[in-house]
């Protein structure tokens, strides 16, 4: 059977790159070794999500005294809790089966190898089938990355998968690692009534955000009850008496916790291996696919986004560069993703998103900064709804007026990032945001206060 396209993985990249490619008249297949939606909506960014949802509904019954409402304190079914978040996988991945359908993608089942001369080689239970395709796009995403001396058997050392799927809430467990993976796991826990310990190599937690962001984090997860070891790391896990015994070095020494859980939170690794890479004659570096600025590798005809490339490992990345990907393949005007405006989130709570520089890097590149912060705690509807914690940080280059960098950190400000991206985009300039009129209340108008801030015209701090 030939196809024009033939698309390797069904995660954020593959399946929405499947569609776009439909729309474009393309004959178009995709192979997918599980469950359609990949990482992202089977084990990551979707069911994370229900999870961290279920922890927030728990602490607003355990907080319903703080806003006038007696509600007498619960408790938490944690084998339901996780049951609820398969549940909203399982739709999600229904979903994406009908998109399949309805755009009339061919979704062949199986582990897909790329073969020379536009070949794709499906095994499905032992049984082999061919496929030819004009274009073939890797989008084959990662996995949990493993430490080499923390071996995760699934059981006492885990990654994030076995970390959504436990049978039972764990009394104690050390996280390895404090970025979004991490710090996410870490306040569901928390919330759960876990003990939990991260454990961050570097200066400080969330290390890729602004430093003001690193230390508000610290301080919200401290008054949360997490332990936190900065500067550290672990050199060990003994398995004692069914009990993880966790050698952890630390500027004073070594510290030992004994937990149930040990989770390993430190990042992902591209899924390249076996996959026809070197027999094709495609080239890598670092277990990373090498590709152009269209995606394009060393060899026509051969394409990779997402995961498998050196670029943010984001879903919403993945999904742009195919999108771009295969308009490029279909002769469109295409213009090449600007990585500097990429927004991350990471949806613990409190929420944090950010894009462009931050302070350090802004300074480091040589730029004379206007900064500006405005405090949740000064926003009225913060302090209605009842979290104030964090802030709206803004960084401009002083002599242009280019907005170089936002960074916030508080309740729901995920969903408030896509205006410094959007106004990146554009070129706007701070004097421009100031005279775009906010909403009141809003968490939003935090953005123009802090802007305010930056030029010294702020009203309300």
Known sequence: MDFDVIIIGSGPGGYVTAIRSAQLGFNTAIIEK????????????????????????????????????????????????????????????????????????????????????????????????????????IATGGRSRQIPNLKQDGKKIIGYRDAMVLKEKPKKMVIIGSGAIGVEFAYFYNSMG???????????????????????????????????????????????????????KTNNGIEKIICDIVLSAVGIESNIENIGLEEVGIKTEKNKIIVDDFYQTNIPGYFAIGDVLNTQALAHVASAEGILCIEKIAGHDVEKIDYNNIPGCTYCYPEISSVGLTEEQAKKEGYELKIGKFPFTASGKAAASGHKDGFVKVIFDAKYGEWLGCHMIG???????????????????????????????????????????????????
């Open 34 to 137: 599980e469950s359609l939606g990949g990482v992202c909506l089977n084990w990551g960014c979707i069911p994370t999500k229900a999870l961290l949802k279920s922890a927030q509904v728990f602490e607003y019954i355990n907080e319903s005294e703080n806003y006038g409402i007696n509600i007498e304190k619960s408790s938490v079914d944690f084998s339901s809790v996780i049951n609820r978040s398969r549940k909203v996988a399982e739709g999600m991945s229904g979903g994406i089966n009908y998109l399949m359908k309805k755009n009339k993608i061919k979704v062949i089942n199986g582990f897909g190898k790329i073969k020379k001369e536009n070949i794709v080689e499906v095994n499905f239970d032992g049984n082999i089938s061919q496929y030819s395709g004009k274009n073939i796009i």
């Open 194 to 248: 876990t003990d939990v310990t991260i454990v961050e190599y570097m200066p400080n937690i969330v290390p890729n955000e602004d430093k003001d962001i690193s230390k508000q984090l610290f301080k919200s997860f401290k008054k949360s009850g997490i332990n936190i070891l900065t500067n550290s790391s672990v050199e060990k896990v003994d398995i004692e008496n069914n009990n993880c015994v966790v050698s952890i």
């Open 411 to 461: 309740y729901n400000v995920t969903e408030m990032i896509t205006e410094a991206v959007v106004a990146r985009k554009l070129e706007t300039t701070g004097k421009e945001i100031l005279k775009a009129v906010h909403p009141h209340p809003t968490m939003s108008e935090a953005v123009m206060e802090a802007v305010a801030d930056a030029y010294d015209e702020v009203i309300h701090i």
